[in-house]
């Protein structure tokens, strides 16, 4: 097994998440090589082979050439899976790719079971096992979904350039507009999830949050029902937070939140079911109705 991984660098600088894609590459059992369009003064600690692309001369993304740099990459390697974050850049070229190559994509993936992918449904709330048709994939993670890997070395470089200009040039990055509450500065974060019920008791959690003297939080669900502002959500689609402390309130913990928080220092987590995901990372897990016990908890920090 072959697995070509897909690095990111953002304005000369390596981003983290590509140390995630060796994670998952050690969790397969795959032989690696990359392909990385950035500079050379940011190189990922990896012994193996790294085919580096000048991102001075092709853009830092470029939909075309950077196809073509990752297909000249396939030729010389024949891997059995290429491999990228599911980042904005990996959702957008993974499809051309295996669209030019005729070949599977599976999307988000979080997890190797079996020898099956797997991958979440109905919004998250589920999952389930995924084996391509094909014999050669295209794959991208869910951030968060394995630990990043540490290779170590220093990678075997052979460069690349494209043959052709594409059809787009990149300009530059333009700043995400500021959000009502910035969690990403919060010490301490109290977030509330389907469990509280109902948007009329989102002043509970809120209440805890303020005994803290933290921030309320929020997962997608309760955002997408209106419920809490969107400024407020953490996860992979809001907010990327590490927190000193982290309380999840009726929080499952589907693979997109747990990836937005869970480098907390210190997590815990209150829901009824014992065996809820989010107990998996949690150091404590309450198993408790939210709406008895955190009003009691904030009681009594108030006192």
């Given amino acids: 097994m072959k697995a070509l991984l897909i690095g ?5 600088k390596l981003l983290d998440s590509t140390y995630e894609l060796f994670g998952f590459a050690a969790q397969l059992g795959a032989e690696t090589a990359m392909l990385l369009v950035g500079s050379e003064s940011q190189l990922p600690a990896y012994s193996g082979t790294l085919y580096l692309a000048d991102a001075a001369s092709c853009g830092e993304y470029n939909p075309d050439l950077h ?24 959702w957008d070229l993974a499809p051309r790719v295996a669209a030019s190559l005729k070949i599977a994509q599976v999307s988000e993936v979080t997890g190797i079971v079996g020898g099956g992918l797997e991958v979440g449904c109905c919004n998250a709330k589920m999952r389930r096992t995924v084996k391509p048709a094909t014999p050669k994939t295209v794959i991208t993670i869910q951030a968060g979904a394995f630990p990043a890997g540490q290779p170590g070395g220093a990678p075997q470089v052979q460069r690349l350039a494209a043959a052709a200009n594409g059809r787009l040039e990149f300009v530059g990055y333009e700043p995400a507009e500021k959000k009502e509450v910035d969690l990403t500065k919060a010490e301490v974060i109290v977030s509330a999830g389907r469990g509280v019920g109902k948007k009329e008791n989102i002043p509970v959690v809120r209440a805890l949050a ?18 809490v502002e969107h400024s407020h959500q953490v996860g992979t689609t809001g907010q990327t937070v590490s927190p000193r402390l982290y309380v999840a309130c009726g929080i499952s913990g589907a693979i997109q939140h747990l990836a937005g928080m869970k480098k907390a220092d210190f997590i815990v987590a209150i829901n009824k079911d014992k065996d809820a995901p989010i107990g998996e990372i949690a150091d404590v897990l309450v198993v408790a109705d939210v709406l008895q016990f955190v009003p009691a908890l904030t009681a009594k920090i108030q006192r």
């Fill in 8 to 12: 990111e660098q953002r304005e000369g």
């Fill in 67 to 90: 196809k073509q740099l990752l297909l000249e990459a396939v030729q010389r390697e024949n891997p059995d899976c290429i491999v990228f974050m599911h980042t904005s850049y990996g």
């Fill in 210 to 227: 303020t005994a803290l003297g933290g921030e309320l939080g929020a997962s997608r669900p309760v955002v997408d029902s209106g419920w």
